[in-house]
Nanobody, 123 residues
Framework: QVQLVESGGGLVQPGGSLRLTCAASGSFLRIHDMGWYRQAPGKQRELVATITSGGSTNYADSVKGRFTISRDNAKNTVYLQMNSLKPEDTAVYYC?????????????????WGQGTLVTVSS
């Protein structure tokens, strides 16, 4: 199983920057796609950005040009650089990983979530 631990959240003023980090650990065969999602108070969880193991990225329209997702496959870590932050970016940010492992049931495709890190954009 994969465990994901996020860090880097906090309080920042509008226009500021933050960098989120998510490190994966545990027993697994391979991690495929990784991504960041967020959930604002009273709203559903939404996709922010994803990245494949080969480095292809996908972004929500609301963050294009401001956020950059990257990963270090050797460290099983994904990052989210957030620039030009806006109050509407305030949310709990969750890391996600699509991974494979082999157990008594054979090859399995599983999904892991981190515990979330709070980002607050406010003056």
């Amino acid at each position: 199983q994969v465990q994901l631990v996020e860090s880097g959240g906090g309080l920042v003023q509008p226009g500021g920057s933050l960098r989120l980090t998510c490190a994966a650990s545990g027993s697994f065969l391979r991690i495929h796609d990784m991504g960041w999602y967020r959930q604002a108070p009273g709203k559903q969880r939404e996709l922010v950005a994803t990245i494949t193991s080969g480095g292809s990225t996908n972004y929500a329209d609301s963050v294009k040009g401001r956020f950059t997702i990257s990963r270090d496959n050797a460290k099983n870590t994904v990052y989210l650089q957030m620039n030009s932050l806006k109050p509407e970016d305030t949310a709990v940010y969750y890391c996600n990983a699509d991974y494979r492992l082999i157990d008594s049931r054979g090859l399995r495709a599983l999904d892991a979530w981190g515990q979330g890190t709070l980002v607050t954009v406010s003056s």
